[in-house]
């Protein structure tokens, strides 16, 4: 599988959740988890499509690092989940719908890019912007 397929998966679970969001954990080309945004059916302002499936990943490993995997998802990291990727150490983020991008069709962002998290934490992360960005934002504009 390649990077539009992991994002593919995330596309489809992101139409399961109650927001457009749909995140994939992969290590060596594996999906190991995926989740999909549940704030609204959770009561919860932290249940974002990333930080599902790292609580969810986590806690099948027993472990809170997540070195050497990659998360797609279908908009970037908010600055919560940016952060979320950080602590865990995840390797790579992979997402389709910038902020900016998601900020220009109106919907609620904090314009705070992941990549600023990042540069201000103590790790390295990749970070692989715009992976079929224009099938993500799809789901915003539907």
Request: glycine share 6%; with cysteine.
């Amino acid at each position: 599988m390649n990077q539009e397929d992991f994002m593919r998966l995330a596309l489809t679970e992101a139409k399961k959740g109650d927001a457009p969001y749909g995140a994939v954990i992969v290590k060596n080309n594996d999906v190991v988890a995926v989740a999909h945004n549940t704030v609204k059916r959770d009561n919860d302002p932290s249940a974002h499509a990333e930080i599902n499936v790292i609580r969810s990943l986590t806690a099948k490993l027993k472990n809170p690092s997540l070195e050497g995997y990659s998360i797609y998802t279908t908009g970037e990291p908010c600055p919560m989940c940016a952060t979320a990727c950080v602590w865990t150490g995840i390797s790579e983020i992979v997402y389709g719908a910038s902020i900016q991008d998601l900020i220009l069709i109106k919907q609620s962002q904090i314009d705070l890019a992941c990549e600023e998290i990042i540069a201000k934490s103590p790790r390295n992360i990749k970070v692989t912007k715009g992976v079929l960005k224009h099938e993500c934002l799809e789901l915003f504009n539907g």
